[in-house]
């Protein structure tokens, strides 16, 4: 890095970003004003494009699922290198996003995750252009879509979605997107999300007493994913999250749900977590159906399993002669096999887990260009991020913090103060042109993975 610091347009570029700071600071405040919850970013994907255009990047576009892309094209034949921050927050639409200021804190629901890092984009873009500084490779910017919740990492998946592709591969990846501007996250927090669904008949609550209870079932579930044990190395977590189900307190319910989240760095424990989720929800149906006399334990299930939509319902023995206990059988319409619960997963997210070594190139390229801005290097180690898609990938890719200070995410008091905010973007700087590599400048020059013949 010391090598770096010694060109004097990479000196102006840092320059040029200190100076620009407070351009950078009103975007991002417009910006975090702007609704943006995931799916539903278009309004700001459209500002982002026109300020890259400004910026002086080329084959500004916007591609099928939101995602906003620009080139600073390289000098040589370097490694393809992809920076990105993502536009979409937690919020909802009707959020109330009026922004307030006391003192230096601004504050605003989103202003942080990930608003930030797209204003720091679009002056990293800015920079370069300035100055007419180039890495031996093209560097990408992308202000990508549904980083959230349920977004399930949906744009950065669907850009790394054809790496057999020689024009459309990336060697290297560096997402913008934590509190801590010296934070450095390096290994990718896998997770599985299910809404699970538990089907019945329904009925009142004294005449069609007797009856499998959806939410009953649901309870079974939960008392026994409650009683998981998982390892704490590598940390393996589940959880239940949400409920819902029922009309009335004198109903029994037809249907009701449950959306569990699962995590693990290691691939195979959160594969192994999955596999005892979805045994102990059987057994649980099972269980409750035999209560009320519909059917034997049966260890079988039916359903198709896939990366995008998972279903399945629960099978019991032979119910021809079931006879539900204290049913009322002569008014009841349905049959008892009827009456049985089934119940179904969707998957709602899928994130591939993966790790990286510390002492690995782009790990120590970050380090050292922290400790050239003059910060002290925070090892985060592992998170949900969108570096997860490069990362299971076998591509070199971290998350870095954005400049600044910031807190509160994912709440609507979530601030932002602007202190030596500008810090960020000069890290990213450096780094960006130590991994493309700069005037034979390779010491942490990424390979290239894909190469061009």
Known sequence: MDKLLKYNGVQEALKFLCEDDERTLKEHLEMCQIPAPSYEEGEKAEY?????VDAGLSDVHIDEVGNVLGTWKGAGNGPRIMVAGHTDTVFPKETDLTLKKEGERYSCPGIGDDTRAVAELLSLARALNATGIRGEGDIVFCANVCEEGLGDLRGIKHAFKNMANTEGHYDGFVS????NTSGIIYQAVGSERYLVTFHGTGGHSFTGFGIPNPIHAMGRA?????????????????????????TSVNV????????????????????????????????????????????????????TFDDKNMTAK?????????????????ERENSAEDDRITVTFE?????????QDKSCQIVQAANAANQAIGM???????????????????IPAI??????????EHTIHEWYEPIESWKGPQRDLLLLLALSGYENIREYQLPCINPKE
């Open 48 to 52: 982002v494009r026109k300020k890259m």
């Open 176 to 179: 913008i997107d934590d509190k």
């Open 222 to 246: 939960i008392a026994k994913i409650s009683d998981f044990q998982t390892p704490k190395n590598p940390k393996t977590t589940f959880s239940v999250g949400v409920v819902n189900g029922g």
């Open 252 to 303: 029994i319910a037809a249907e009701c749900s449950m959306l569990v989240d699962m995590r693990s760095v290691d691939a195979g424990e959160l594969e192994k977590l999955s596999a005892k989720l979805h045994q102990a929800i059987e057994e649980a149906v099972n269980e409750e159906n035999v209560r009320w006399g519909y059917g034997t334990l049966s260890s079988e299930s039916t359903g």
């Open 314 to 330: 629960s099978s019991v023995g032979d119910t021809a002669d079931a006879v539900p206990v204290n049913a009322d059988n002569g």
């Open 347 to 355: 998957q709602k997210g899928r994130r591939p887990a993966g790790t």
């Open 376 to 394: 002290e290097t925070l090892y985060i180690g592992a998170a949900s991020t969108d570096a997860n898609i490069p990362i299971s990938l076998g």
């Open 399 to 408: 998350t870095v913090g954005w400049g600044g200070k910031g807190g509160g």
